[in-house]
């Protein structure tokens, strides 16, 4: 089964209800008829703050473009204040939620541990995941980035299933390019992906797994780099920060990944 590319904005603390709208007009006027040919060959994935996902998803009906949370807690309901669980995240209508950004656990404290919890309760809501991995410049140094990864995933998809994993999407996203403008080499990142992939055989029994999860670029992706990244036999799609909060920009991606 071929992988199907995923392109996913990540929109961060970023646009008002008014400005999440135009955003999406935007790309809805300037699609220039792809639209169609999208829901074919790509699947298409903006994720807004909290407050404009309702917004967003009224916007984006009867197009293919699939809307997602930033994030999730485990609990469904309590004393967690300033959290959002993911039986009210699926009220809303997303489909999709990233988990473990490196932006949550270097400002928030998001460790593994709470990833693999974030995880197993998007997962129990029916929603997709995209759990982020990736190391620091330093670690990269240090000649730590395969140990750093892998403990990274271990510990996040611990206890999911082969079955669960169908719902289950990893984005490689190398710290020190995230916002930076220093891209990481199409050799670079086709490395780690093809490394998380060997690692996926060896964590699951069905090689359909390592086959069939898709592994995201993230990481200063923009409309000059991404075609040659999305070209990589490991690559399935990117994870987009910046280039995502303008309509010409993200589309020039989703029309590189067709
Ligand atoms: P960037 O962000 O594309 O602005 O580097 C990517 C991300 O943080 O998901």
Request: proline share 3%.
């Amino acid at each position: 089964m071929a992988r199907k590319i995923l392109i996913a904005g990540n929109w961060k603390m970023n646009k008002t209800g008014a400005e999440v709208a135009q955003l999406i007009k935007d790309m809805k006027a300037n699609c220039g008829g792809c639209c169609c040919a999208v829901a074919d060959k790509v699947e298409v994935l903006v994720c807004p703050p909290f407050t404009t996902l309702s917004a967003v998803i009224a916007e984006a009906a009867g197009t293919p473009l699939e809307v997602g949370a930033q994030n999730i807690h485990w609990e469904d309901n309590g004393a967690f204040t300033g959290e959002i669980s993911g039986s009210m995240l699926k009220e809303t209508g997303v489909t999709h939620v990233i988990i473990g950004h490196s932006e949550r656990r270097q400002y928030f404290g998001e460790t593994d541990e709470t990833v693999n919890k974030r995880l197993k309760a998007a997962l129990k809501n029916g929603l997709t995941a995209i759990v982020c991995i990736g190391e620091t410049l330093q670690e990269r140094q240090l000649g730590v980035t395969e140990a750093i990864i892998e403990r990274q995933v271990r510990i996040a998809l611990s206890g999911i299933t082969a079955e669960q994993m169908k719902n289950v999407v990893l984005a490689y996203e190398p710290v020190w390019a995230i916002g930076t403008g220093e891209v990481a080499t199409n050799e670079q990142a086709q490395a780690v992906h093809a490394f998380v992939r060997a690692l996926l055989g060896k964590l699951y029994a069905c090689p359909c797994v390592a086959e069939n999860t898709r592994i995201l670029y993230g990481g200063s992706m923009k409309p000059g780099n991404a075609a040659g990244l999305l070209a990589q036999p490991d690559i399935d799609g990117g994870l987009i920060g910046g280039a995502a909060l303008k309509a010409a920009d993200f589309l020039a991606i989703i029309k590189a990944a067709m």
